[in-house]
């Protein structure tokens, strides 16, 4: 009897980041593609001002850097060989995972229309859940910069944050690492008011 080797699904496989040209993240972006990989190349919406006009343009969030989903045991070259490709983030020559959770946070804020722009990395802040709105279930680092309440989500890999503007009313903090607690809306008016 002979026996096949099943092949993960593609939604079953690790996403790894891959550092790019930084001006070919799009070519980069289609060619892995075209090769039959899955993947993200999250990009945000800026106005640039010249001398004479303010154009709209399309911008990486993560500048240098994309990410696509592969079998870390299956061969790595085609990747490596893509046009724009660098080489792909790890220890050593040993390709290490990005969390699934900080891409699906990136996703879900890209998906919810809101303002997006690259954000430093934090480690300290306001931890909190968004139990409202289009980001509802997203955790993360609450900053509040002129007048505007933004949500910072990290992928720690990259050492880079994101940041999307959201109504205050639409988080409360956490307390511990247990997940999401329950507290009243003059405790987090609080907290958001010492934070800011």
């Known amino acids: 009897m002979i026996q096949c080797a099943t092949l993960p699904r593609p939604d079953q496989l690790s996403w790894y980041a891959i550092r790019i040209q930084s001006r070919l993240g799009r070519v980069a972006s289609a060619n892995l593609r075209l090769r039959g990989y899955e993947e993200f190349l999250p990009m945000y ?5 010249w ?3 303010i154009k709209e343009l399309e911008q990486p969030l993560f500048p240098g850097y994309l990410f696509c ?3 870390v045991n299956d061969r790595l070259m085609p990747i490596l060989t893509t046009p724009g490709v660098i080489g792909i983030l790890g220890a050593g020559k040993t390709p290490i995972p990005v969390d699934d959770g900080e891409i699906e946070a990136i ?13 430093p990395l934090l480690n300290v ?18 900053t509040n910069a002129d ?7 990290s992928v720690s890999m990259l050492q880079r944050s994101v940041a999307v503007e959201i109504d205050r009313e639409w988080a409360r903090p956490v307390r511990d690492r ?19």
């Open 45 to 49: 919406r800026t106005r640039r001002r």
């Open 178 to 196: 247990m997940g999401p607690c329950a507290v009243t809306l003059n405790e987090l008016t609080r907290t958001l008011a010492r934070s800011g």
């Open 107 to 119: 996703q879900v804020i890209l998906r919810s229309g809101r303002a997006v722009q690259p954000w």
């Open 51 to 53: 001398c004479d006009r």
């Open 147 to 153: 007048k505007t309440y933004r949500l910072i989500v």
């Open 125 to 142: 802040g306001s931890k909190v859940y968004i139990e409202r709105g289009p980001l509802t279930g997203l955790e993360g680092i609450i």
């Open 69 to 71: 989903r592969f079998d």
